[in-house]
């Protein structure tokens, strides 16, 4: 584990840092380096990494787990087996042939292996959730022979060889004794069972390789990062054996107009000089519908107003969040004689003076608006 970069290094907040602090950090790392956005060629690795110090330092008790023990996981033994019994019992064996602890029953049913599915949708689909069917790749389970390997109608045999341990004993006179070694049956190759006529559909593997269909339901309200997991949608298990989990992970893709921090909503709005100075009742685009906004006289740049319940569907509970709306005074970029002149007349009333400034942003502004009241 020594590779593995410090979590807090890795979002770039202190070891202090408060829940709120480490979501903020997370969210800003995620949009910086999602693949999506973001085309280098390492984009892709610092992402997962942002992402799995997220995981654990959001989750209060694996974040007091790390914080005591680091990136060594205190419940993992000697040797990964759990506790230090098994993991000496395994050598034990090894050396001795004895009996440090019991073994796998090489016919047992064997569940089959997690899979994991990245799946992008568009920013309004995280908010309002979606069905969407996707296809993966994935074993499953023969349905001719339902597992077993064997052709229907016969049955695997146990292997003469090692009786249906799965196991040979390799035996050693050494000058410190006769030493055991255990290892996987040659003539079997562990499984302890030979099979004669093999199945025609699976070959004897006992699943078989397919394009599966599946549905996914999409909540409201989830946001980059998040996990959806469908049991049993993994791959096929083993001798009868369970499925294995599906895990999707979503990756949600960035809105022109709109952003989002947790379930609220920001996005920027111009206003003219004189909307800003006289006051104005301007339209806003949400994500549903179009609003109206009371701006008062003498507003400034850079002020926010608040929609209530205009934000994004609480995942987990009711009602929304809100849409801070942040207004950008623009300045013009053309202007006629009789205009500069009126500008030139109210600068020497209010004893102003200097010149005006460029309006490329203020384009951008209004072309993002635009598309935002469309819908897009």
């Given amino acids: 584990m020594a590779d593995k970069r410090d979590y807090y290094d890795v979002l770039q907040v ?26 280098a060629a390492d984009a892709e690795d610092k992402f997962k990494e942002v ?25 993992q033994g000697f040797g990964g087996q759990g506790d230090m019994g098994g993991g000496f019992g395994d050598i ?71 009786k249906g341990s799965g196991q040979q004993e390799v035996v050693q006179n050494t000058p410190f004794g006769r030493m055991v070694n255990r290892r996987a049956c040659s003539n079997c190759s562990g ?3 030979i099979i004669k006529e093999k199945c025609g559909t699976c070959h004897g593997a006992g699943k078989v390789k397919r394009q599966r269909k599946i549905n996914v339901k999409i909540p409201a309200g989830v946001d980059e990062g998040a996990q959806i997991r469908m049991t049993g949608e993994g791959e096929g298990g083993l001798r009868g054996g369970p499925a294995g989990d599906l895990y999707i992970v979503l990756r949600v893709k960035s809105h022109e107009f709109f952003e989002r921090e947790g379930d609220d909503i920001y996005c920027e709005v111009p206003l003219t000089f004189v909307q800003a100075a006289l006051g104005d009742e301007i339209e806003i685009p949400t994500l549903t519908e179009k609003v109206k906004l009371k701006i008062p006289a003498g507003t400034q740049t850079g002020t926010y107003f608040r929609l209530k319940g205009k934000g994004v569907p609480k995942l987990r509970g009711y009602g929304q969040g809100d849409q801070h709306v942040k207004v950008t005074v ?12 009126l500008l030139r007349q109210f600068s020497g009333i209010a004893g102003e003076s200097g010149s005006n400034g460029g309006g490329e942003h203020h384009e951008t502004i209004f072309e993002k608006m635009k598309k935002a009241f469309r819908g897009e």
Avoid: W
């Avoid at 602090?21 to 910086?32: E, H, M, S």
């Avoid at 992402?51 to 419940?75: C, F, M, Q």
């Avoid at 074993?139 to 090692?162: L, N, Q, R, S």
């Fill in 191 to 193: 499984s302890g069972r």
């Fill in 92 to 162: 034990f064996d090894m050396f001795f042939g004895g009996g440090g602890g019991g073994r796998r029953d090489p016919n047992a049913p064997q569940r089959g292996n997690d899979l994991q599915y990245t799946m992008t949708i568009e920013f309004k689909e995280a908010v309002f959730g979606k069905d969407a069917e996707i296809t993966i790749p994935r074993t499953e389970t023969c349905d001719t022979c339902h597992g077993g390997g064997a052709k229907p109608g016969t049955k695997p045999e146990t292997c003469t060889v090692c």
């Fill in 330 to 341: 623009v300045t013009p970029t053309s202007l006629n004689d009789e205009q500069k002149d």
């Fill in 51 to 75: 992402k799995e110090a997220y995981d654990t330092l959001s989750d209060d008790g694996k974040r007091d787990t790390y914080d005591r023990y680091g990136h060594v996981d205190p419940n």
């Fill in 14 to 39: 202190s070891k202090d840092a408060s829940a709120d602090d480490i979501k903020k950090a997370y969210r800003k790392l995620a949009r910086q380096y999602h693949p999506d956005v973001n085309k």
